[in-house]
């Protein structure tokens, strides 16, 4: 099978200028030799327009609620600004690219999350289905696709949704029909044992050291949605998963970076 | 040859949400018997955004100044807001539709304007080339191509450029592989006699009639840049350009409104 590369990039190197442009550059000389998609989450930058513009963000649990005023704000920052700017520089470095919002094509194709108990997380979207069919007949085109995380409900209601969920999604509908590898690269090197020291990468991790790790607390709480993704991306089909430094894209790539996620 | 529908949608068009839903109902319902492009021009709602934003605007002769601010605002605008909420709309009425700045797949590529005189119009894009190879690519594969007044220089500038040029360009760029109407639909009838009184349009203008009400003072000012792109998209391939009221869509096609320019 072919292979296909789906990349995340986090929001701490979209608020870096000058990392995202050598992210960017890493990631365009792949092109040649790979189908790439790229999916990008929101950055600060939505969050600093809400204050510009006098829009009070609500947090339950750590996590944005979504209200009509701001997923205005991310539709705006996400499927626009950031988006287009992504592609504008991929095109910079002769890498044909072509960016969309779930709503383009029925890219991701998303349900309004239940309201559960007392949150109601508003225009919040959890993904149904991601289109398959579109993404590979654009990767045979040889575009590379730069995905945001904006997706929609095919009634007309744009849906403000989780990035790594869309990585995790995309490469789960492709992995029936390429040999997928999951990057999700952010700013530090790796799964470490200590938070704060970028020298203590796990190299690799599967699930009974996971189990381990976890017993032992010796992985950071944030880690822990990221770590589930991979193991039930595994599962579902992908081969590999790596998470690592954005910076490192190439290194990550051939496996000398990072903590590989494996299913064994 | 197969024929295409290229239609500019106004800027009134697009800040009335009752007006703009009608219109993308009946756009919609056109994707079964023919390829489809729709140009998007910007409405009121960056000129609001500048405001609760406090970025002053820089207007020159009516048109604005596109400072850095103000780019980021109309990419924000242009490319996110208006773009993927007329997409979802689109999906939500059974068309496939999918939205592209000019960036995206190099849709439509441009240079910044040139300083002439004193006047320097800052991030504004001059359009060198519209990729009729990817949007015939989309329109084989049934997409309704919804594209965003917001274009690059491949060098990794993104441009805001005006859209009745853009829809221009992308009708003269397509008339060399298919048959070509060109739509200008807005708020107005079609072109009148009397700019306040709609039942005074005027069914058909060619050259030399064209040349007459121009004499005769019987053009409204701002219908004549409207009209010359028409006459110069006409020499240059297009088959039919309409120019008349976007809830009349189908009878604008149909050729039961609006005013028809012709080249003889």
Do not use: W
């Amino acid at each position: 099978m072919k292979e296909v590369y789906v990349i995340k990039i986090g929001g701490n190197i979209i608020d870096d200028e000058e990392k995202l442009s050598a992210f960017l550059e890493s990631f365009a000389a792949l092109q040649t030799s790979t189908a790439l998609i790229l999916v990008h989450g929101g950055g600060k930058l939505a969050t600093k327009m809400a204050e510009t513009m006098g829009v009070t963000q609500q947090l339950v649990d750590g996590r944005r609620i979504t209200d009509a005023e701001t997923l205005k704000i991310v539709t705006m920052v996400y499927a626009g600004y950031i988006n287009k700017n992504i592609v504008a520089q991929l095109q910079s470095n002769g890498c044909n690219a072509i960016g969309l919002s779930g709503a383009d094509g029925n890219a991701v194709l998303a349900h309004k999350r239940i309201v559960s108990g007392n949150t109601d997380y508003g225009f919040a979207g959890d993904v149904d289905e991601v289109n398959a069919t579109l993404l590979s007949a654009l990767l045979e085109q040889k575009f590379a696709v730069v995905l945001a995380p904006i997706t929609h409900d095919k009634k007309g209601q744009l849906l403000n949704t989780n990035a790594d969920t869309i990585a995790q999604e995309t490469a789960r509908a492709l992995s029936a029909i390429y040999d997928v590898t999951l990057v999700y690269s952010f700013e530090k090197s790796g799964v470490l044992l200590n938070a704060g020291d970028d020298t203590t990468v796990i190299a690799s991790i599967n699930p009974s050291s996971y189990q381990q790790l976890k017993l032992e607390q010796k992985i950071f709480a944030g880690m822990i949605p990221k770590l589930d993704n991979a193991f039930a991306a595994l599962s579902s089909g992908v081969k590999k998963v790596v998470i690592g430094k954005a910076e490192a894209l190439k290194q990550l790539i051939a496996g000398n970076a990072g903590t590989t996620i494996i299913n064994e």
